[in-house]
């Protein structure tokens, strides 16, 4: 009897158990009929100001949650954490390096992370993952973190509410700007990122999401075609230039800051953001450049018509 086969199998065995590991550990997907089931019956509009935490990167920043605050009004408070091109495993993880957190965290708005979602004095946590999301899916786990995050929350308080803020990625992107964000919703952010958690025990308090990255792209194709309204011309003028002019690709300005400030509030709160107030103060209590009244006025319209027939958003149509 030769010892060839039982060699060959000793060998293999290793190979076998990765695969095995590996198909066991890949994230599952929910059917059709459950991802509509977990978001068939809209959210009811907090009755008042509402607490939120924000978790995520300079694609949060501090500017974006201060401009939500005064759209919200008296009572509304926030805390966040944050970093440079941060994933949520990062966040998560007690021995991992999170730059430029002493920088960006340098706020009196700062709680660590942990400690605050834990605690469950918030309303609604508001998630984001890092970009390039490819990346953050093959190596940072993304799916598995944000389900950690949301289960913190969801463990902490019966009521607070858990959102995935889609955000966008460079607008020098190979593969054209208007292209990713069309196409990386569905592949991404939602098969990827976000269902898994339905899969995986989130179905009866699923996470909604912010689609900030649907509103930027709706408002850039109105204005372009439009050949610009007031200080607004195209994409390019939703993004941060340095002093010398050249285009930051990735930061948002004022402009864009209040674009994503409006769809946060329209989302949370689940009310129109039309008639908003569109000259707001930056974290800092400078004050920021406004949209003129034309554009305020498309870019609060933009931002209903884009979350209302979403229904992961949980604003009733």
């Not at 991802?35 to 100001?49: F, I, R, S």
């Not at 609604?124 to 949301?150: C, F, G, P, Q």
């Not at 995986?200 to 439009?226: K, L, N, S």
Request: aromatic letters at 8%.
């Amino acid at each position: 009897m030769t010892l060839r086969p039982f060699v060959f199998l000793i060998a293999a065995t290793p190979v076998l158990a990765g695969l095995v590991w590996w198909y066991l550990s890949k994230p599952r997907l929910p059917d059709a009929a459950s991802v509509a089931a977990a978001y068939a019956t809209p959210l009811a509009p907090p009755e008042g100001p509402i607490a939120v935490y924000h978790l995520g990167h300079s694609l949060v920043g501090r500017d974006m949650p201060a401009m939500l605050a005064q759209l919200a009004g008296p009572g509304h408070r926030y805390a966040l954490q944050l970093g440079w091109g941060t994933s949520l495993k990062q966040h998560w993880e007690p021995d991992v390096a999170i730059n430029g957190f002493e920088a960006e965290n340098d706020t009196p708005h700062f709680r660590p992370a942990r400690a605050a979602i834990a605690s469950g004095d918030y309303d609604a946590v508001v998630l984001t993952e890092m970009v390039e999301l490819r990346d953050a899916i093959k190596s940072h786990d993304s799916a598995r973190y944000l389900s950690n995050w949301a289960d913190l929350a969801r463990q902490a308080s019966p009521t607070t509410r858990v959102y995935l803020y889609e955000t966008w990625h460079r607008l020098d992107d190979p593969e054209g700007w208007l292209n990713r964000l069309d196409g990386d919703l569905e592949t991404l952010w939602e098969n990827k990122v976000l269902l898994p958690d339905l899969a995986g025990g989130g179905a009866t308090r699923p996470i909604h999401v912010i689609p900030a990255g649907q509103v930027m792209a709706a408002f850039t194709r109105a204005v372009e075609a439009a050949g610009g309204v007031e200080n607004i011309h195209s994409r390019d003028d939703l993004f941060r230039r340095d002093a010398k002019g050249t285009r930051d690709n990735i930061h948002l300005n004022d402009l864009g800051h209040y674009l994503v400030a409006l769809t946060h509030y329209a989302v949370l709160y689940g009310r129109s953001p039309v008639g908003l107030p569109r000259q707001l103060s930056r974290a800092n209590g400078t004050t920021a450049t406004a949209p003129g009244p034309e554009a305020a006025r498309l870019m609060q319209e933009i931002v209903w018509q884009v979350v209302t027939p979403y229904p992961k958003t949980g604003v009733a149509p």
